[in-house]
Nanobody
């Protein structure tokens, strides 16, 4: 049983930066692959970034590669998403999820989900 809580969303101007955090409960955090997803209003949820339990493997959607960085601190049971050079099209509710593997997370097959945090980028 894992609980995930996102934080760090807000309103920023285009070109700005935000860092999202996802805090997890439980003692087996390092066993889970973690991912970030986003859902813009009126659109389907989309994969943004994923990281393996050991943090040795990371994956990014093409739309954010080079701008966003996913990382994790297993000692703190927390995964982060550093978002730089934000664009208006990045506006969405961002969710973190925990899954069995990075491969599963990439396809949205997460076992646990956070409540989401709103990111709004103005032009």
């Amino acid at each position: 049983q894992v609980q995930l809580v996102e934080s760090g969303g807000g309103l920023v101007q285009a070109g700005g930066s935000l860092r999202l955090s996802c805090a997890a409960s439980g003692r087996t955090f390092s066993s889970y692959a973690m991912g970030w997803f986003r859902q813009a209003q009126g659109k389907e949820r989309a994969f943004v970034a994923g990281v393996s339990g050991s943090a040795g493997n990371t994956f990014y959607a093409a739309s954010v590669k080079g701008r966003f960085t996913i990382s994790r601190d297993n000692a703190k049971n927390t995964v982060y998403l550093q978002m730089n050079t934000l664009k208006p099209e990045d506006t969405a509710v961002y969710y973190c999820g925990a899954g069995r593997s990075v491969g599963a997370v990439l396809t949205g097959d997460a076992d646990y989900w956070g409540q989401g945090t709103q990111v709004t980028v103005s032009s």
